[in-house]
């Protein structure tokens, strides 16, 4: 059962590099989100979408970009790393309305 | 302001005692409430949300509005129950999580 697939698992960056996180989902949902998780924080939404083509900022958005041209995809941009990012991301689909949220397993990333 | 506040990090507890893992809100309009389960090694997943009024694994959660509260409940703890558990507040499309609490049944 595919749900959520989220990749990579692990990355380590430099202060200034770019990537992508990308998540992809097989259960048609239109809510899909992205979320830190760092010590002592619990979860913070990051950015989240109500289907293709719209997007939103949530609690903490700064230095992350999101598109949404799919209903299936929803990768997350870092445009210039910095160690403040470092901290684990999750990527959900649903959970929003009569759905169920699914996490995907996490991405560990490390700004050096 | 939209919190969740969760004021225990760590709880143990023996098996068979009763567990309640507390939750906390602060939200001015109607509410929608749930409980996330990260069990060791797996992925976070809905354990249940207050529309429902179910019971999962035994566990409950009232929503109290007058208190704020959404705490979780259950009777007799498992070992199995052994996880991280998050409250999370949705209003409109933002989701508001707790720091969590880490739930360890001692055998």
């Known amino acids: 059962n595919a749900g959520v697939t989220q990749t990579p698992k692990f990355q380590v960056l430099k202060t200034g590099q770019s990537m992508t996180l990308q998540c992809a989902q097989d259960m048609n949902h239109e809510y899909m989100s992205w979320y830190r998780q760092d010590p002592g924080m619990g979860l913070r939404l990051i950015h989240y979408?109500?289907?293709?083509?719209?997007?939103d900022q949530g609690e903490v958005p700064n230095g992350y970009n999101v598109s949404r041209s799919t209903t299936e995809d929803f990768p997350l941009r870092l445009l210039s790393a910095a160690p403040s990012q470092t901290s684990v991301y999750f990527c959900?689909?649903?959970?929003?309305?009569?759905?169920?949220?699914?996490f995907g397993q996490g991405t560990r990333l490390t700004v050096v | 302001a939209q919190r969740v506040t969760q004021p225990e990090k760590l709880l143990s507890v023996f098996k068979g005692a009763p567990v309640e893992l507390k939750c906390n809100y602060s939200y001015s309009g109607s509410p929608e409430l749930f409980w996330y389960v990260q069990y060791s090694r797996q992925r976070l997943q809905l354990l249940l949300r207050?529309?429902s009024r179910e019971s999962i694994k035994g566990f409950t959660a009232d929503l109290n509005k007058g208190e704020t509260s959404f705490h979780l409940k259950k009777p007799f703890a498992q070992e199995e129950d052994s996880a991280m558990y998050y409250c999370?507040?949705?209003?409109?499309?933002?989701?508001?999580f707790g720091t969590g609490t880490s739930l360890t049944v001692i055998p």
């Open positions: 999370a507040l949705l209003t409109g499309n933002q989701f508001y």
């Open positions: 207050h529309i």
């Open positions: 979408s109500v289907g293709a083509g719209i997007t």
């Open positions: 959900a689909s649903g959970g929003q309305g009569n759905t169920e949220a699914f």
